[in-house]
């Protein structure tokens, strides 16, 4: 199957000529697209929403437009309470699914009201202390053992840092509840690019059981099931979108089947998908600057790992095409690589692309998630823009490059800055 870039060759030579390579672009009509797919999937449930997880693509002018569509936000950090915070997010809209959480992001936290999403169970007395327990709070449940779901192997919860173990969440419960604690919401992120339609419907059901465990031995009151993130999509062009329409429809059949008749049937599902929101609706624009024949060919680009991890950190798959020449014939095998001192710093390797040429545009894809906010410093290498294609087909500077003088900013103390900046 092909596997097409959002963004037509004459667009990109139109925003190339205003702004330089390497830059992320993003796709406004996709994301709007995907977020009401979401939220229709979901329609059948009254309190259903998603909490975006900032961490996936933290820019404000991209949350703003998940605003739009009706998102909270999902955040883990003091950056993103700002973020969130200045975008006018608020109480129920923020989901707080931090961990080993330092004193004052909790404080924040409570301070914005959001809604607790705590790690564990020591985490009682810590926010006891720091910002103070609300009446409204939820648990992140940690199965243990191997996640299988039908025959196909989905992650190891055992191995995992997140979340209390079943006995855990029972004794969190019953103390938070002597603490003052209405309401309990649970949540359970158990798998990551999960590509399978029966990932969140199982994730959905370990929920569901707790919760009605939960309610019936204490006598809880559950007012949300957090689905977390988790849900994938198809970096290869062999794979395929998860049907979201059919992942809502199970889950509402099990919702249906265990919740409503637990009495449970007031509690909102809450998702907190990242990857799934904006991983397609991004790619990394980059151009070829070098061509390196030794034992292999290498394609030398302006962007590096600094402006997308995934590759070097997980071995991760990226598409590539080549701007005007997406249905050339791939009969030359490259490895396309960025300018690390690093060997691991190559955006594919061994890849039938079309013959490359200098200075040609090349598309890196589905980079909306997980791509320019994993990005380092690394070899001082700077950080790229993000650029904004909206749906009339004009387009916006979102964040511009960051420039010698934003990556020395820390160091300015000293009578080195001058030298070097100026
Ligand atoms: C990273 C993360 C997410 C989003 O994960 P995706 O794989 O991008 O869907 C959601 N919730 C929590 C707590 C996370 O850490």
Same mark, same amino acid.
């Given at each position: ?155 190891? $919860? =055992?191995?995992? !840092?997140? #979340? ?5 969440? &029972? ?7 002597? /603490? *003052? ?60 979108? $998860? =049907?979201?329409? !059919?992942? #809502? ?5 099990? &919702? ?7 009495? /449970? *049937? ?157």
């Amino acid at each position: 199957m092909q596997k097409m870039p959002f963004v037509s060759c004459e667009k990109l030579q139109e925003i190339t000529a205003k702004y330089p390579t390497p830059f992320h672009l993003y796709n406004e009509a996709g994301i709007r697209r995907t977020a009401r797919e979401l939220s229709a999937a979901f329609s059948w449930n009254g309190g259903f929403r998603e909490y975006f997880a900032v961490k996936a693509c933290p820019n404000p002018f991209i949350l703003k437009i998940l605003k739009e569509e009706g998102c909270g936000v999902d955040c883990a950090s003091m950056a993103e309470l700002k973020l969130a915070e200045a975008l006018g997010f608020h109480g129920d809209d923020i989901m707080f699914s931090s961990n080993e959480t330092p004193a004052e992001e909790y404080e924040y936290a409570r301070k914005l009201d959001a809604i607790i999403n705590l790690d564990d169970i020591t985490h009682i007395d810590f926010l006891a202390e720091h910002g103070g327990i609300p009446e409204k709070i939820c648990l992140r449940f940690n199965p243990g053992g191997e996640l299988l779901i039908g025959s196909v192997y989905m992650g190891q $919860p =055992d191995v995992s !840092k997140f #979340g209390m173990t079943r006995q855990q969440i &029972f004794a969190a419960a019953q103390r938070l509840m002597q /603490l *003052g604690v209405k309401q309990f919401g649970l949540h359970a992120l158990l798998a990551s690019n999960a590509a399978d339609n029966s990932y969140y419907p199982a994730n959905a059901m370990i929920l569901f059981e707790l919760a009605i465990e939960l309610h019936e031995k204490l006598d809880a009151e559950i007012f949300m099931v957090n689905l977390s993130g988790g849900v994938g999509i198809p970096y290869k062009p062999e794979q395929r979108m $998860p =049907d979201i329409r !059919k992942i #809502g429809e199970s889950i509402e059949t099990a &919702f249906q089947d265990v919740m409503i008749p637990a009495g /449970l *049937g007031s509690a909102a599902i809450t998702t907190e998908l990242g990857r799934y929101m904006t991983g397609p609706h991004g790619c990394l624009v980059a151009r070829a600057i070098h061509k390196k024949h030794i034992y292999k060919e290498y394609i030398g680009l302006d962007a590096c790992a600094v402006n997308l991890m995934r590759p070097a950190m997980y071995d991760a798959y990226h598409h590539i095409t080549v701007a005007g020449k997406e249905n050339a014939l791939c009969d030359h095998v490259y490895d396309v690589v960025g300018s690390l001192c690093e060997n691991n710093d190559k955006f594919a390797i061994d890849r039938a692309l079309p013959k490359i040429d200098d200075g040609d545009l090349v598309v890196i894809h589905d980079t909306g998630a997980h791509g320019y906010s994993m990005g380092y410093n690394y070899n001082g290498k700077l950080k790229s823009a993000e650029i904004l294609l909206h749906e009339d087909g004009s387009f916006s500077l979102i964040r511009r490059a960051e420039t010698l003088s934003d990556y020395f900013a820390t160091i300015d103390f000293t009578e080195y800055y001058d030298k070097i900046v100026k």
